[in-house]
């Protein structure tokens, strides 16, 4: 693979991706084979912002932070795992903890991604129009390309949801909080990424690991 100097892959090496995943290919793991470093190269750069906005340390927090939330969905690890919890992400196609085996379903005429390498993301079809692939007539793609499946994911990534931002414009630092996200305790950090993902069921609920890197505090945006 040949890559620009702007290229994702400029930032985060294939060691580095595998090391950080490097359990998404074992035995066990049904995603086996299906999370490659190419197909995820391929798919940043269908969105030239991700990945290449700001200084280098902008650059490398946010792949950081996609990789974190994407893993974290897809996880197969437990408390006594080995190499610990946080290393077997990309273990699953699907989210953990949805026994759904479809990728889009089809509600009162509108399409809604219900899973790929990131949580549900609502889209009346818009993720399909996109990424220049018509899902509603062959979901199942999301589950059996891995450059879709990463398309899809950076799509949520990347498109901000009213009233919800994007999480590009979040950690890159563009994104400014209204007065109501204040009240809400929704404030610039990585906290807010977790709320625009999962808010309704991980936000307001847990314990402060410090400033804004959860979401403790804050209420969902809807």
């Known amino acids: ?75 197969g690890g437990w408390p006594t795992a080995p190499d610990g919890p946080y290393a077997w992400g990309y273990c699953f196609k699907e989210e953990r903890g949805n026994h759904q085996t479809i990728v889009l379903q089809v509600n009162n005429g509108h399409a809604f991604l219900v899973r790929s390498t990131m949580v549900e993301a609502p889209s009346k079809s818009h993720t399909g129009r996109a990424i220049g692939m018509n899902l509603l007539n062959s979901p199942e793609t999301v589950a059996n ?44 950090g990585y906290g807010v990424i977790t709320n625009i993902i999962n808010g309704g069921i991980e936000c307001g609920k847990g314990v402060s690991y410090g400033n804004n890197l959860d979401c403790y505090n804050q209420r969902p945006f809807a």
Do not use: N
Not at 9 to 33: E, N, Y
Not at 170 to 185: F, K
């Open 1 to 75: 693979m040949t890559l620009s100097q702007g290229d994702v892959g400029s930032i985060i090496s294939k060691t580095q991706f595998d090391q950080m995943l490097k359990h998404r290919d074992d035995a066990a793991c049904p995603g086996k084979g299906f999370y490659t470093y190419d197909a995820f190269v391929a798919a940043a750069k269908s969105f030239g912002s991700f990945g290449t906005t700001g200084a280098t340390d902008i650059r490398k927090r946010e792949i950081a932070a996609f990789l974190a939330q994407t893993s974290h969905e897809t996880t």
């Open 145 to 188: 390309d891995p450059v879709v499946s990463f398309k899809t994911a950076f799509w949520f990534w990347m498109t901000p949801q009213s009233p919800k931002p994007s999480c590009h414009d979040v950690i890159t630092g563009t994104w400014r909080p209204s007065p109501a996200d204040t009240a809400a305790g929704r404030v610039p």
